[in-house]
């Protein structure tokens, strides 16, 4: 089966530990892209890369960093420096030559104490 | 700076009815304009993708209109289903970009049996 698979699905840390989220793809897209969903303010963008071994700063960035080593990887880590970790993140994927239509994979819902 | 607004931000209606909801942005210089669902705690479901060149795009129940002009996109659901009720995104793709979805906070439909 094609598509987006994140995990884990539920992560709990204390505050203070960095955490990665992990996405991977085999919808053979160029792009992919990091959301983040909070009650009421609807996704967010973090980062977003188009191509292996280039990223950029969505909206929020700081607090976060992000590697595309491989097309079919994009790992978040949220590190200490972010204020408010908790939240359910998303990723997505899209094609190039196809509107950028963007897909999008389950979503983990990280919990910091 | 982009903003997507959907109004109402939430809905209630009996099974059958026909309905529509509305997405309205305030920069008519988009590159695309797609609507989402998601159920809760689920990721996003692509329901459709209007290029800024279209009207209008349908999906079985589903069909999605683009007024550049005046900034707005409704999306219609004929013969409303229990099943539909979820929450509904709408996202624009600012032009000149590969990828910086914008989105609306969203509509949560209820649909009564």
């Known amino acids: 089966d094609g598509g987006i698979t994140q995990s884990p699905k539920y992560l709990f840390r204390k505050e203070g530990q960095n955490v990665t989220l992990s996405c991977e793809q085999n919808?053979?897209?160029?792009?992919m892209y990091w959301y983040r969903q909070d009650p009421g303010q609807g996704l967010r963008l973090i980062y977003y890369?188009?191509?292996?071994?280039?990223?950029q700063k969505g909206d929020i960035a700081e607090g976060y960093s992000v590697s595309r080593e491989k097309k079919e990887s994009f790992p978040l880590t949220v590190t200490s420096a972010q204020k408010n970790p908790t939240a359910f993140y998303l990723c997505?994927?899209?094609?190039?030559?196809?509107?950028?239509?963007?897909?999008f994979g389950p979503g983990t819902r990280l919990t910091v104490t | 700076k982009q903003e997507v607004t959907q109004i109402p931000a939430a809905l209630s209606v009996p099974e059958g009815e026909n309905l529509v909801l509305n997405c309205s942005f305030t920069?008519?210089?988009?590159?695309?304009l797609q609507w989402f669902r998601q159920d809760p705690g689920k990721g996003l479901t692509s329901l459709l993708l209007?290029?800024?060149?279209?009207r209008e795009q349908t999906s079985g129940r589903l069909n999605a209109s683009l007024d550049k002009s005046s900034g707005r996109s409704t999306l219609y659901i004929a013969a409303s289903q229990p099943g539909d009720s979820a929450t509904y995104l709408c996202?624009?793709?600012?032009?000149?970009?590969?990828?910086?979805?914008?989105f609306g906070q969203g509509t949560t439909l209820q649909v009564k049996p």
């Open positions: 997505a994927s899209a094609p190039r030559g196809r509107g950028y239509e963007q897909y």
């Open positions: 919808l053979n897209h160029d792009a």
């Open positions: 890369s188009q191509i292996v071994n280039d990223f």
């Open positions: 920069d008519s210089a988009i590159y695309n």
């Open positions: 209007i290029q800024s060149s279209q």
């Open positions: 996202a624009v793709l600012r032009s000149g970009n590969t990828g910086k979805l914008i």
